[in-house]
């Protein structure tokens, strides 16, 4: 039987960051299947396309990151978000864990410490994924 | 399920298409150097200041993070002190003044360079290094830039609170690792550590300072801790040591005995 690929919104309002994250995540076997450059386009394409996974930037024009998730979470309360974030918006990012973000990642990183991380977040994610479906 | 993750020679395939598009960021970057300028001439108009500050503000920081990511890590760290010049008239349009956008336009000027540098292939930026340092030493003055280093958010607090009403800009992290990624990367006059810190120690953390030939080798280092007869080993020289108990007795007057020095 043929596994369907993990599908992945990324919302990062930086198209080089958004170019990246989109490069490393299909390199991994998933499915980019949109990406938003602000928090309004984020909600409608996470609407729009219901995706297993979301890559979110904290710091976005028009809805920033943390009104983004809320939205998403009250559409989808067992949604995957992992924020994308930088090294001192620390304080920030916890705000985003209690509202039920799953994981963060630190994208001001060289892009090879980029890979590694969404890499390792992706294998935690695999994980959770199979568990889930044992229990 | 979906598929399992497929890595194996991933990262191969990943860095043969970034380094297509490190050659297209470093074209791209006169653009976005050219808009933080308009965008910071514009400040001085006045009109709708804190939407423009607001746009400028999160674009600096924005190129601050592409730059890191793409490898032009001198970009990052002029954009670090664009950002902190921007920090300093956030509340009040009137202080976009003359001074202040020619300190700017320095900025861009300096960022400029570096990348006419990359394009010929430059890797280190020594005079870029040391033009950033004599602007610092201008814009701060008696301001200095501290980084404290504490777990425990009751005694950050606490030590803040203390130096209250000093000029010093305090950043605060809550682990050596976070406060070392920092510290590799922006500049600070000051840090300020617990010996008992997460995931790396404080003497540890100054050691890997003073190992590494970065920004901050040189840094005024204070460790607190609880400890008695600490012992610090010579690759953390020169640090001075603080116990916790006394410490509201001694952190003041160490830092403002750092200011007259500086001065």
Same mark, same amino acid.
């Given at each position: 039987m043929q596994k369907r690929k993990v599908r992945v919104l990324i919302a990062e309002d930086e198209e080089h960051i958004r170019s990246l994250v989109s490069l490393f995540i299909t390199q991994l076997g998933a499915e980019v299947v949109a990406e938003a450059g602000d928090g309004l386009q984020a909600v409608s394409m996470y609407k729009q396309?219901?995706?297993?996974?979301v890559m979110l930037d904290i710091n976005m024009p028009k809805l920033d990151g943390i009104a983004v998730l809320k939205q998403i979470m009250e559409i989808n309360p067992r949604a995957l978000v992992v924020m994308l974030t930088s090294l001192n918006a620390r304080e920030v990012v916890k705000e985003c864990i209690d509202h039920g973000a799953w994981n963060y990642i630190l994208k001001d990183a060289s892009a090879e410490e980029l890979f590694k991380e969404i890499k390792t977040t992706w294998s935690d994610y695999m994980t959770e994924i199979s568990r889930s479906e044992k229990s | 399920m979906p598929n399992p993750i497929d890595s194996s020679a991933a990262m191969l395939r990943a860095q043969q298409m970034l380094q297509q598009m490190r050659v297209n960021y470093i074209a791209e970057l006169p653009e976005r150097i050219d808009e933080l300028e308009q965008l910071t001439l514009a400040l001085k108009q006045g009109d709708s200041f804190e939407a423009q500050f607001e746009e400028l503000y999160r674009k600096t920081h924005s190129l601050k993070g592409t730059a890191g990511t793409y490898g032009m890590q001198m970009i990052s760290t002029v954009c670090h002190e664009l950002e902190e010049a921007l920090e300093r008239i956030a509340d009040a349009p009137g202080k976009a003044d003359d001074q202040f956008l020619d300190r700017c336009i320095a900025y861009f000027d300096l960022m400029r360079q570096v990348v006419e540098g990359a394009r010929r292939g430059q890797a280190a930026f020594p005079e870029i290094e040391s033009a950033l340092g004599a602007m610092r030493s201008d814009i701060i003055g008696n301001n200095i830039s501290a980084l404290l280093v504490e777990p425990s958010r009751v005694n950050a607090a606490l030590y803040t609170g203390m130096l209250k009403g000093l000029p010093v800009k305090i950043s605060i992290v809550d682990s050596g690792c976070s406060a070392l990624e920092m510290l590799l990367r922006n500049h600070f006059d000051l840090l300020i550590t617990g010996y008992?810190?997460? &995931?790396?120690n404080g003497l540890a953390l100054i050691a890997a300072l003073r190992l590494n030939n970065g920004i901050n080798k040189d840094i005024r280092a204070i460790l607190l801790t609880s400890k008695k007869n600490l012992v610090i080993p010579?690759? &953390?020289?020169p640090v001075t040591v603080l116990e916790r108990i006394n410490v509201s007795a001694t952190l003041v007057s160490e830092v403002q005995d750092f200011l007259q020095k500086k001065q």
């Open positions: 396309h219901n995706p297993d996974m | 008992e810190t997460s &995931a790396l010579s690759v &953390a020289q």
